[in-house]
Nanobody
Framework: QVQLVESGGGLVQAGGSLRLSCAVS????????MGWFRQAPGKEREFVAA????????YYADSVKGRFTISRDNAKSTVYLQMNSLKPEDTAVYYC??????????????????WGQGTQVTVSS
């Protein structure tokens, strides 16, 4: 079984930065593409960013492009989400997810097989 544990969330002022981490255990980390999703209160969960198993391909939602950066360290079995220039509308619970099918990097929630418990990010205005 694959386990994902997010960390790094918290309260930050608008314009500030946070770095989320997601530690993966239970299987070979490099066998998975990884993604970050988020869910704001009263809204559906949405795609934020994804990265190929090799780290050479990334995708971003338009709303975060240029502000967020996804990266991974396969030696540490960890995926990161660096969030800069945060806005109040970035407030959400952020989830990392693992996709066993590594041929295509997916932005679709239902393509991901394993999920973390989420970490809260709150951006104050």
């Amino acid at each position: 079984q694959v386990q994902l544990v997010e960390s790094g969330g918290g309260l930050v002022q608008a314009g500030g930065s946070l770095r989320l981490s997601c530690a993966v255990s239970g299987r070979t980390f490099s066998n998975y593409n990884m993604g970050w999703f988020r869910q704001a209160p009263g809204k559906e969960r949405e795609f934020v960013a994804a990265i190929r198993w090799s780290g050479d391909v990334t995708y971003y939602a338009d709303s975060v492009k240029g502000r967020f950066t996804i990266s991974r360290d396969n030696a540490k079995s960890t995926v990161y989400l660096q969030m800069n220039s945060l806005k109040p509308e970035d407030t959400a619970v952020y989830y990392c997810a693992a996709d066993r099918i590594i041929g295509v990097v997916s932005t679709r929630e239902n393509h991901y097989d394993y999920w973390g418990q989420g970490t809260q990010v709150t951006v104050s205005s």
